[in-house]
């Protein structure tokens, strides 16, 4: 199983870390297209020598060959709005996660539509109950 998983880069930074757990807890149902995401250091050394090009045409041939998108939304941006609308228009399920209580407006364009599974978290071991039910509908006969 293919994952795409994406959260804010350039909109801001302040979920690295969460993404970075998120994404070690995806690893268990799959391949995480996008482990990248979890590390700074990673995207910078990577993504500065590509054009903006090069990233938006791999990253979207990432969402291609996924099974599926998982996207934590709590922080906007316009990348991760674009990259859910393309894997709804591909007929991928999307899980968005958005983190409760914080300063943040969750956009009604992800929470309105339909073809998003939206879930609201506070700590990272609700996140992995949100997983457990998501992959079993959409991966039931994965192997962890």
């Not at 979890?38 to 990233?55: A, F, M, N, P, W």
């Not at 969402?63 to 906007?76: K, N, R």
């Not at 929470?111 to 700590?123: L, N």
Request: hydrophobic residues 40%; contains cysteine; charged residues 25%.
């Amino acid at each position: 199983m293919n994952i795409y998983f994406c959260g804010s880069i350039r909109g801001g930074r302040d979920l690295a870390e969460t993404y970075e757990k998120m994404i070690g807890l995806l690893g268990n149902y799959g391949k995480v297209l996008t482990e990248h995401l979890g590390s700074d250091e990673v995207i910078e050394s990577k993504d500065r020598v590509l054009t903006d090009r090069e990233i938006h045409d791999r990253d979207l041939q990432w969402i291609v060959e996924s099974d599926l998108l998982v996207a934590e939304v709590t922080v906007p941006s316009l990348g991760v709005g674009y990259e859910i609308g393309r894997a709804i228009e591909m007929g991928k399920p999307v899980l968005c996660l958005f983190r409760s209580g914080n300063e943040y407006a969750l956009s009604a364009m992800i929470a309105g539509s339909d073809r998003v599974e939206m879930k609201y978290y506070q700590s990272l071991e609700e996140v992995k109950d949100l997983f457990d039910a998501f992959f079993s509908v959409h991966a039931p006969h994965r192997t962890s």
